[in-house]
Every structure is written in structure tokens, then in C-alpha cells.
């Protein structure tokens, strides 16, 4: 599958990226995947791939780049050793809506300047910190973001001021969100907020539930489910198959 290496010039400096896409003549939809709090390293680069595979130009860009040359996480340990967990925890606090929303346009003006990528409105999706990342996104840069797969996100629903779900009303994307069954970071009542939120927009979505642990979807994740995973690329092919134009 090829890869482009590139950087996008954003409002805090260079953001690394990397562009997969298909084999052969494009252009393809274009999409932004969005990491788990572990950031980019070989798995995202492989779930990427996998993506492209399905016919569209996927952007991974390193969301912690704000960090410099940080050292990757080992996802075996790293919420067991606490020198790291508190690492983990500081660089996601970095990412506040503001940035988020300021990488995202520079992003997105990216995919629609590359000759691979095609349409002016593009797919957003991501895991764990990554899927609230997409919905924030879709509230913030509506103008871009044609549909939105978010898995095992959580903090969609908070009690601050800056909660992905308070964005509904600025949303004219596609939505689709697939939770983790028995997970704090998105529960039943989380789900419920989220959709009279987005009921109330006038936003297509589905809500849907995966009986498996967060982290279901991301091969180096302790809770990787093979079933849960080949599910979760069949909703993400349906939803970008039906709201991205080809």
C-alpha cells in the first residue's frame, strides 16, 4: 500500500503525517484517522493500511508532536508504570479543543490540496482519545467533515463546557459511534446524552454497542477483539460509503 511522508504547517508548527492510499489510479475520498492515547507508531500505521484498502487516501498524523521527538509507549505497561501513565496523561491533557480544532483545519485544508484526494468534505475517524477527537472536530470544522466513525471514544459526554456532545448543533456530518460495553469512559447514560444531542441537531448517526472491552478495535490494545474489530471496519466502510462522495 503506498505512504506518502510528509508535514502540514499548522497554528504551533510542523505536524509529521502520513498519507496511505490505495493501489492505483485515484483520486479517493480522503479521511483523517485519529490514534489512541498511544499516538502513531507501527499499529496505526498498519490500521491505516487496512483502511486505504477500502478505497480511500488515509491521513495519520502525529497528534502529540507539540511533545518533539517523544519516545513511543510500550501499551503493555504503560498504565501500570506510573512514570509513564503520568506521561501519557500530561501529553493528552496537551491536545485542548482549541488545538485540536486548529490542527484539524490545517489537516483538512491538506487533504483537499493533494492531488490523491478527492471531494472538498472528508471522513474523520478515531479510537479511545482519537474518537472524541473526531467528534469534536465534526462540531468544529463542519465545513470539512462529512462523516465521523468514532470507537471506544471516551470523554464524549463530560460535564464541561468544552463536551463533544454540546458541538450537535454545529454538526452536518454523518455520525457513527461503536462503545464498549462496560466502559466508565462511555456508558449507557453517556450514550442516551449523546443522542437527544444529536437527535435534537437533526444529525444522522447510530450509537451502537460492542460486546467487548475498550480498546476493541486496536491490535496492541490488552482488550483486542478479532470480532469486534471486523465489525468495527464493516460500520466504518458502511458509514464512509454512504456520506463520502466518490
Not at 81 to 88: G, N, S, T, Y
Not at 156 to 183: C, F, I, K, Q, W
Not at 195 to 220: C, M, N, Q, R
Request: hydrophobic residues 40%; glycine residues 12%; aromatic residues 10%.
Amino acid at each position: 500500500m503506498p505512504k506518502t511522508i510528509d508535514s502540514v504547517a499548522t497554528p504551533d508548527g510542523s505536524c509529521p503525517v502520513r498519507l496511505f492510499t490505495p493501489d492505483g489510479q485515484g483520486p479517493w475520498p480522503g479521511v483523517i484517522m485519529f490514534p489512541d492515547a498511544g499516538g502513531v507508531r507501527d499499529t496505526f500505521d498498519q490500521m491505516a493500511a487496512e483502511l486505504a484498502g477500502y478505497g480511500y487516501a488515509v491521513l495519520l498524523p502525529d497528534v502529540y508532536y507539540r511533545s518533539g521527538d517523544w519516545a513511543p509507549f510500550d501499551m503493555a505497561t504503560v498504565f501500570s508504570d506510573q512514570k509513564e501513565r503520568q506521561r501519557l496523561y500530561s501529553m493528552i491533557g496537551s491536545l485542548t479543543p482549541d488545538k485540536v480544532g486548529g490542527d484539524a483545519r490545517a489537516l483538512l485544508e491538506y487533504l483537499a490540496g493533494r492531488p490523491e484526494v478527492s471531494g472538498e468534505r472528508f471522513g474523520v475517524c478515531g479510537y479511545c482519545m482519537g474518537g472524541r477527537m473526531s467528534l469534536t472536530v465534526a462540531g468544529l470544522v463542519p465545513e470539512r467533515v462529512g462523516a465521523v466513525a468514532s470507537f471506544h471514544g471516551g470523554g464524549l459526554v463530560t460535564d464541561g463546557d468544552d463536551s463533544p456532545h454540546l458541538l450537535a448543533d454545529r454538526m452536518t456530518a454523518t455520525v457513527y459511534v461503536g462503545g464498549a460495553e462496560n466502559d466508565p469512559s462511555f456508558t449507557a447514560d453517556h450514550a442516551e446524552q449523546l443522542d437527544k444531542a444529536l437527535t435534537a441537531a437533526g444529525v444522522t448517526h447510530t450509537i451502537e454497542w460492542y460486546s467487548a472491552g475498550h480498546g476493541f478495535a486496536v491490535p496492541d490494545n490488552g482488550p483486542y477483539d478479532p470480532a469486534a474489530a471486523e465489525r468495527h471496519w464493516a460500520a466504518m466502510a458502511e458509514v464512509f460509503g454512504s456520506a463520502l462522495p466518490r
